[in-house]
């Protein structure tokens, strides 16, 4: 069995920045990473920051220039650097990925982390 465990979220002023990681952890043989999702309540959830097996990154408009998705396979670990957050950060940011199990890809969610943008 794979999980994918979040970290990094809690409370912090706007302007400030936080750093969430996300650990596949369990049997791994082969995790490729999709990317961060965010979802506030009432809210379909939606695709934040998403990157390619290749290294290929992509973000949502609204947090171009300010987040920044990256990982490292020799630790199975995904990350999202979130500077300059805004209020309207605020969510619950889960990971998302797809782990090889011999007969395909199996897509597994991380269970959420709370991210909180106030004064």
């Known amino acids: 069995q794979v999980q994918l465990v979040e970290s990094g979220g809690g409370l912090v002023q706007p302007g400030g920045s936080l750093r969430l990681s996300c650990a596949a952890s369990?049997?791994?043989?082969?995790?490729?990473?999709v990317g961060w999702y965010r979802q506030v309540p009432g809210k379909e959830r939606e695709l934040v920051a998403r990157i390619t097996s290749g290294g290929n990154t992509n973000y949502a408009d609204s947090v171009k220039g300010r987040f920044t998705i990256s990982r490292d396979n020799a630790k199975n670990t995904m990350y999202l650097q979130m500077n300059s957050l805004k209020p309207e950060d605020t969510a619950v940011y889960y990971c998302?990925?797809?782990?090889?199990?011999?007969?395909?890809?199996?897509?597994?969610w991380g269970q959420g982390t709370q991210v909180t943008v106030s004064s």
């Open positions: 998302n990925g797809n782990h090889w199990e011999g007969i395909g890809f199996r897509n597994y």
């Open positions: 369990g049997n791994i043989f082969r995790i490729n990473f």
